[in-house]
C-alpha cells in the first residue's frame, strides 16, 4: 500500500509539471519559444519614419484644395531612409541634395532612350530630382529617385508614356527583359498613389532587378532594387509602400 501511494504521488507531480510547461508555451509567443522562432520573411528594419512638417498655411499635395498636387515639403527630406545596416550610395547625393538629370537617366540602357527622356523631361518642366542608394548586407542595391514637376496634370500623364502596364516603355541598364509584376501585391500598394510595377524575367542573368513607378501629386518616383542571383521580393514591396507613404 505504501509502495502504491508513493508511485501515485509521483505520478501527480509529474502530471503537474507537464500540464505547467505546456500552459507555459501555449502562453508564450512562438518567437519566445527556443527552437520555434519564426524565420524572417526578409523585411528591412527602417527607422521610424516621419513626414517633414509643410509650410504654415500650405496643404498636403492629395488634398482637395490643392489643385496643382504640389508637395510643399523639402524634397529631399521624402526620400526614404536607407534601412539599418546598409551602406549607402554616396554617388547619388548630387549637390546640396539634388542629383543631376544626366546622373539620373544613367539607370536606363540605351542611348536613343536617355536622350529621349531628357527632352520630355525638359518639356514637362522638371524642377529638380532627389535621390537616395544603398546597399544592403545580403547584397541587394537599392536607388530611390523624385522627381518633382511643376503641376500633378504632368505627373498623371508621364507613366501612360513611360511605364505602360504591360512592360516599360524604356528600359533599365542591365534589366532589358522587365514585365508587368502579377504578382506585387495589392495590399502592398497605397491608396491614390500610382503604381506600376515590373519584375526582369526569367533568365535573367546574372542579377534580378525590379523596379516601379510611383506618380503622387507632382511627384513622379523611381524604385530599383537587384540583387545578383534572385531580387527578394519582400524587401522590394516593402520599399516601394513605405517610399509610397511618405509621398501620400
Known amino acids: 500500500m505504501r509502495a502504491v501511494l508513493r508511485w501515485t504521488a509521483a505520478v501527480l ?43 504654415p498655411g500650405r496643404p498636403g499635395p492629395l488634398a482637395e484644395e490643392n489643385k496643382a498636387g504640389t508637395h510643399y515639403a523639402d ?32 539607370e536606363y540602357e540605351e542611348k536613343e532612350d536617355r ?20 546597399t544592403t548586407p545580403d547584397g541587394t542595391h537599392t536607388r530611390v529617385y523624385l522627381l518633382q514637376f511643376d503641376t500633378a496634370a504632368v505627373v ?21 527583359d522587365s514585365v ?9 500598394q497605397v491608396r491614390d498613389v500610382t503604381h506600376v510595377v515590373y519584375t526582369e524575367s526569367k533568365p535573367y542573368g546574372a542579377e534580378q532587378t525590379r523596379h516601379a513607378y510611383l ?6 518616383a523611381l524604385v530599383v532594387q537587384s540583387r545578383k542571383g534572385t531580387a527578394n521580393p519582400v524587401p522590394f514591396q516593402q520599399t516601394v509602400t513605405l517610399q509610397s507613404q511618405l509621398l501620400g
Open 115 to 134: 536622350e529621349e527622356l531628357a527632352q520630355k523631361f525638359t518639356d514637362y518642366g522638371l524642377r529638380h530630382i532627389a535621390a537616395r542608394g544603398w
Open 13 to 55: 507531480v509529474f502530471a503537474a509539471a507537464g500540464v505547467g510547461t505546456a500552459y507555459g508555451i501555449t502562453g508564450m509567443e512562438r518567437t519566445d519559444v527556443p527552437g520555434l522562432a519564426t524565420e524572417s520573411d526578409g523585411r528591412w528594419d527602417y527607422p521610424t519614419l516621419m513626414k517633414p512638417p509643410l509650410p
Open 180 to 188: 508587368s509584376d502579377e504578382d506585387f501585391p495589392a495590399a502592398a
Open 75 to 106: 524634397l529631399r527630406k521624402l526620400v526614404l531612409p536607407a534601412p539599418e545596416g546598409a551602406t549607402d550610395d554616396r554617388t547619388l547625393y548630387g549637390t546640396d541634395g539634388w542629383l543631376a538629370t544626366k546622373d539620373f537617366l544613367a
Open 215 to 220: 506618380a503622387a501629386g507632382d511627384v513622379l
Open 156 to 176: 498623371d500623364e508621364l507613366p501612360g508614356e513611360i511605364a505602360p502596364s504591360s512592360s516599360p516603355g524604356y528600359q533599365l541598364r542591365g534589366a532589358a
